[in-house]
Nanobody, 115 residues
Framework: QVQLVESGGGLVPAGGSLRLSCAAS????????MAWYRQPPGKQRELVAS???????NYGDPVKGRFTISRDSAKSTVYLQMNSLKPEDTAVYSC?????????WGQGTQVTVSS
């Protein structure tokens, strides 16, 4: 059973940091491109950051310079290090794994940044 499980969300004051983790199971992790998306309250889901199976990264404009995505193939885990958090970063953050044949989503984790 292919599964993505996110962790690390929570409540943090503005300017603080959090690290999200997404543990994958039931899949060949190295074959998947991984990404983090977020959906703020009342808004559409948007791409936060992605990392290809080869390690190439891409970031949404709102998080460039503040967030870093990385992956650990030995642990089948992708991380999102979030620094200098702002209230507008408040959202449900979801992990996504995509290959040529599969598109898998995690259940999401809430991140709330207080002003």
């Amino acid at each position: 059973q292919v599964q993505l499980v996110e962790s690390g969300g929570g409540l943090v004051p503005a300017g603080g940091s959090l690290r999200l983790s997404c543990a994958a199971s039931g899949m060949l992790f190295s074959a998947f491109d991984m990404a983090w998306y977020r959906q703020p309250p009342g808004k559409q889901r948007e791409l936060v950051a992605s990392i290809s199976s080869g390690g190439s990264t891409n970031y949404g404009d709102p998080v460039k310079g503040r967030f870093t995505i990385s992956r650990d193939s030995a642990k089948s885990t992708v991380y999102l290090q979030m620094n200098s958090l702002k209230p507008e970063d408040t959202a449900v953050y979801s992990c996504n794994a995509r290959s040529r044949f599969r598109d898998v989503w995690g259940q999401g984790t809430q991140v709330t940044v207080s002003s």
